[in-house]
């Protein structure tokens, strides 16, 4: 048998002084990137050109770190999503904090899995997770799990919810049971809870999707008269489902009612607070938000309103061994050991659908210990106060209609002018919100309400400033006018 002559090593540098110098240079590039974004478009579209270059073949041969940065330089960075860019309210995205960044770099380099084991990420990992709960008013032995999104803790704490419901779904399949589950929220509830039932195999129509009264809250005798309903029909009611800040408009359900609602039927309470549960720092909503503290499940973003780079979310869990039992399982190469590295607390694959997990928890931990609590809970206040001057600036423009009363930190308007077709407002003001982004002054996106297209501007941006919504409300009405004119010639 021949023996091999030699071992290659291929994948770590060759040169290490000169991996060093690249990374510097990447490094003071991405801090000049950052500190400069503000002189950048908030959006531009990649050219058909740069497509193009992205859609290379396979690459199979070496090319030097440094030119696959200047690729980087010249493909990706002027071409980005936009919105760590201070004029940039599309959807509900996070602005991402500049410790954060080098967080992800340190998690990386130590690249820890941990989905089992005996070290310190682990641990840094749990107390993250203790700091969610107190930052939530959450009970201090409740159990906790980061997850990539809010959808995730969405779908983790709705599983919880199901398999609580009847202890034989998890061995017998929903199968087993002779009433069919049902669970009820407002037709204002994120699209990522219907999925999540879907994939729960509860099928899309278990979902009762309740009314919501003028200020888009779900309507509490529809709800009451809903379960009631089922329950005399033969379905097996399990869960209700709040919204601590909807999509949509921002708007926070009835906590303390729903809560009581829940106790009373004794259906499991589930919070999608994917980014209003960060509300909860502001003093001015504890009171509004206290039925969110005593939810039997609680899911957030740390991406959204955290201002956390992506990804990084929160599944809160009241009971334990409720959470345990949806997703403990304990095969023989995993077992936990009385010492050596598989030894360690209780692994967190007992308590989510991962094994394999990222150090998710290196940026939060790092970025409270930065900047402190306080200066979150400030920055949060301060987007709220800006939601609040956005509405009033918009009800000062006799042409700009305000299409919902502010709740949050989201504001939805159109461009109204006098006796314009009404059957044409929709397209004129998508064409408004497209004008906006495609000139690279700000992303606001968009949003049907009753009907009628409205710009949409959710705020949860650390770099705003209050001038930043002068410019909205200025190129909102300039383009408008464009537009309108254009249409009417
Ligand atoms: C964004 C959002 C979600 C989904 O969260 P992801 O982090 O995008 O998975 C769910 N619910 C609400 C209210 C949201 O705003």
């Keep these: 048998m021949e023996t091999p002559k030699s071992e290659q090593h291929l994948l770590d540098p060759q040169d290490w002084p000169e991996f060093r110098a690249t ?109 969610c709960k107190s930052m939530m008013g959450f009970s201090e032995s409740a159990s906790g799990l980061l997850v990539s999104g809010a959808t995730t803790a969405n779908l983790t704490g709705l599983a919880v919810a199901r398999n609580h419901a009847h202890n034989q779904i998890r061995q017998k399949g929903l199968h087993s049971l002779d009433k069919p589950l049902t669970l009820y929220a407002s037709v204002e509830t994120h699209s990522c809870v219907q999925k999540s039932i879907e994939l729960l195999g509860l ?17 509490l005798p529809e709800l009451r008269a ?81 201002y956390m780079p992506y990804e990084a979310a929160c599944i809160l869990i009241r009971d334990v061994t409720a959470h345990r039992n949806s997703f403990h399982i304990t095969p023989s190469y995993l077992v936990n050991h009385e010492s050596g590295i598989a030894a360690g607390p209780d692994p967190f694959n007992h308590y989510g659908i991962s094994l394999s997990k990222g150090f998710t928890s290196l940026k939060i931990w790092m970025c409270l210990k930065t900047y402190g609590l306080q200066a979150f809970a400030e920055t949060i206040r301060q987007n709220i106060a800006q939601a609040r001057y956005l509405a009033q600036q918009i009800e000062r423009e006799p042409l700009l209609e305000l299409m919902t009363p502010v709740t949050l930190n989201v504001v939805c308007y159109r461009y109204h002018p006098k006796n314009y077709p009404a059957d044409r407002l929709n397209d004129l003001n998508k064409n408004i919100v497209m004008a906006l982004q495609d000139r690279g002054i700000a992303v606001p996106t968009s949003t049907i309400l009753n009907g009628h297209y409205v710009i949409r501007a959710a705020i949860t941006n650390h770099r705003s400033r209050w001038d930043d919504f002068d410019i909205l409300v200025k190129e909102s009405l300039k383009i408008g006018a464009e537009m309108a004119g254009k249409e009417t010639r």
């Excluded at 696959?68 to 960075?77: M, P, R």
């Excluded at 954060?100 to 107390?127: C, K, M, Q, W």
């Excluded at 909860?280 to 509004?288: C, M, V």
Aim: one cysteine or more; a negative charge; glycine letters at 6%.
């Design 226 to 306: 809903a379960i009631r309903e089922d329950r005399a029909k033969g379905f097996f009611p399990f869960c209700i489902v709040g919204n601590a800040g909807t999509v949509n408009t921002g708007s926070i359900d009835p906590m303390s009612e729903l809560l009581a609602i829940a106790r009373e039927e004794k259906l499991w309470f589930h919070i999608d607070g994917a980014f209003g549960a960060f509300a909860y720092l502001d003093p001015e909503y504890r009171e509004r938000l206290y039925g969110m503290t005593q939810a039997d499940s609680l899911a957030f973003d740390l991406h959204k309103w955290m």
């Design 203 to 219: 099928g899309a129509e278990s979902l009762r999707k309740i009314p919501v009264d003028e200020n888009y809250r779900i309507r």
């Design 23 to 131: 990374a510097h240079r990447m490094v003071d590039d991405m801090i000049d990137w950052i500190q400069t974004i503000r002189e950048k478009p908030a959006w531009q579209k990649p050219p058909a050109s740069v497509q193009q270059a992205i859609n290379e073949p396979l690459p199979q041969t070496p090319k030097p770190l440094d030119q696959v940065y200047d690729d980087f330089l010249k493909l990706v960075a002027p071409y980005n999503k936009g919105n760590i860019h201070p004029r940039f309210w599309g959807w509900v995205e996070g602005s991402s904090v500049p410790a954060g960044v080098l967080a992800e770099f340190l998690a990386s380099t130590l690249n820890p899995n941990l989905g089992i084991g005996d070290h310190s990420p682990i641990y840094v990992e749990r107390r993250v997770i203790d700091w």
